[in-house]
Structures are given as structure tokens and as C-alpha cells.
């Protein structure tokens, strides 16, 4: 995430992709290919996110919509996959 932070999304990508975390790889990922460009990859890859967080009643689910992170990534795609408005 510190790349991120950094404006290193290529950096961001590859720590991304060696995660032990199924997690933090589908969210790092998801925000490095957007800031890269690559929105479509990008969006499905938060689909997928959001997807299994909302199959595993994740309890941190509706802090989606406060990530810092996921700022750039904001918009309707994350209502109409169901990210709570309220917190």
C-alpha cells in the first residue's frame, strides 16, 4: 500500500501480486491496474472483491466506502454492487 501512497502503481502491482492474502491481492491489485490505466481490469477485479466480501458477511465490508485507497475508485460501480452508503 505504501506505493500507492507513493504514486508507484507498478511497484504497487507487484507487491500486490506476491500477497499471501487473497485480501489485500484482489485490493491492491484492483487500485494499482486503475491507477496504471487499466480500469476494466481494475473494475473487475473490485467486483470480484466486493463479491466474496459480501458471500462472507465480511464485517468490515461497509469501510469500503471510507478507504482512502479506493478514493479513484469510487463511484456507481460500488452502488450498484451493493457498498453499503452509510457507515
Do not use: N, Y
Not at 507513493?6 to 484492483?30: T, V
Not at 466480501?53 to 450498484?80: E, I, T
Amino acid at each position: 500500500m505504501t506505493f500507492l501512497l507513493d504514486k508507484r502503481p507498478a511497484d504497487a502491482l507487484e507487491a500486490a501480486e506476491r500477497s499471501p492474502s487473497e485480501f489485500w491481492r484482489l485490493h491492491g491489485k484492483a487500485i494499482a491496474l486503475h491507477d496504471l490505466g487499466r480500469a476494466q481490469e481494475a473494475q473487475r477485479l473490485l467486483d470480484e472483491f466486493i463479491g466474496k466480501a459480501r458471500a462472507q458477511r465480511d464485517a468490515g465490508f461497509h469501510w469500503l466506502k471510507l478507504d482512502v485507497l479506493l478514493r479513484s475508485l469510487r463511484g456507481d460501480p460500488l452502488h450498484r454492487v451493493g457498498v453499503p452508503t452509510h457507515c
